[in-house]
Structure formats: structure tokens, C-alpha cells
Nanobody
Framework: EVQLVESGGGLVQAGGSLTLACAGTGFAFDDYSIGWFRQAPGREREGISCISSKDGSTYYSHSVKGRFTLSRNNAENTVYLQMNSLKPDDTAVYYC???????????????WGKGTLVTVSS
């Protein structure tokens, strides 16, 4: 059974940090580029970061660039999203998703996790 499971969400004060993890099982994790998305109440889902399967290249949206860092450990089948300098606007449900592609193509994702809630208080 294919699974992507996010963890590490929680409540943090503005300016604080959290690290989210995304663990994949049931598929060839090494062959998939992994993206992170978030959806805040009343807002559309937003793609915020991606790490490629080919060479670990990373991409960030303008809203998180310079504050978030994405990495992957293929031996653990896990991707980590380090989030620093968090703002109340970062409050959302965070999802990871996997795409069978060498690069972060921006196309349709093949698998999705169920999400983890991040709440940033002011």
C-alpha cells in the first residue's frame, strides 16, 4: 500500500521554527520528486517547495524562500521541511506529495499525504 505520512506539525509562536517530515512507503521513493503544499482556511492550496529525485535540487515559492529549507534522506524514505521565522500567515494544513519525475515539473502529483496542521500564533 502506498503511503505518504506527514508529521511534525503543531503550535508555535511567531518567529519560531518547526520541522515537518514526510515519510513514504510502498513505492520507489528514490524515483519521485517530492513537493510540499499548504492550504489555509478560505484559501486555495499553494505549492511552496519541491525537491527533485534526480539531484536533490530544491525550489521554493516566494512566500517561503529564505525561511524554509527542504532536504531528503532516501535511505530513510523521508523528506524534511525545516521552517524558520514562522509567521501567522504560515498557518495552514501542510501536505506532501510525490511525483514520478526526475525534476519538480509542476505537473500532477501521483500520491498525496493527509496533511499536518501548523498553527503560528502572533
Amino acid at each position: 500500500e502506498v503511503q505518504l505520512v506527514e508529521s511534525g506539525g503543531g503550535l508555535v509562536q511567531a518567529g519560531g521554527s518547526l520541522t515537518l517530515a514526510c515519510a513514504g512507503t510502498g513505492f520507489a521513493f528514490d524515483d519521485y520528486s517530492i513537493g510540499w503544499f499548504r492550504q489555509a482556511p478560505g484559501r486555495e492550496r499553494e505549492g511552496i517547495s519541491c525537491i527533485s529525485s534526480k539531484d536533490g535540487s530544491t525550489y521554493y515559492s516566494h512566500s517561503v524562500k529564505g525561511r524554509f529549507t527542504l532536504s531528503r534522506n532516501n535511505a530513510e524514505n523521508t523528506v524534511y521541511l525545516q521552517m524558520n521565522s514562522l509567521k501567522p500567515d504560515d498557518t495552514a494544513v501542510y501536505y506532501c506529495a510525490a511525483e514520478l519525475h526526475y525534476h519538480c515539473s509542476g505537473g500532477t502529483m501521483d500520491y498525496w499525504g493527509k496533511g499536518t496542521l501548523v498553527t503560528v500564533s502572533s
